[in-house]
């Protein structure tokens, strides 16, 4: 069971009960629901971004991933030509082949 599948039903009993009362008073009954222990690392997000999640319908968008730029594809270029002037070509399993 993850951390988020503990924290949703938590959460939402939470906000059913204190349905229609006060900002504060809400706040204050999810902050004595936590049930993780220290408010700290991972759970603790998971806690607060499942809170986000049900009482405002906010949700986070995933990053994309990061892709390598051009410059990164040209520097490791220069790297594998730099080490085939000093070691050689490597054969590949396509050379060994043209040269049967």
Do not use: C
Not at 1 to 27: F, N, Y
Not at 67 to 88: C, I, M, N, T
């Amino acid at each position: 069971m993850s951390w988020r599948d503990r924290a949703r039903p938590i959460v939402a009993q939470v906000l059913w009960e204190t349905k229609g009362q006060d900002k504060k008073a809400i706040d204050k009954a999810l902050f004595d629901a936590y049930p993780f222990g220290e408010r700290a690392m991972h759970p603790y997000k998971i806690w607060l971004d499942e809170v986000r999640r049900q009482r405002y319908g906010i949700v986070k968008k995933e990053k994309p991933r990061k892709r390598p730029s051009r410059f990164d594809l040209a520097r490791a270029q220069h790297k594998l030509e730099e080490w085939e002037a000093v070691y050689g070509r490597r054969e590949t399993d396509d050379d060994s082949r043209a040269n049967q």
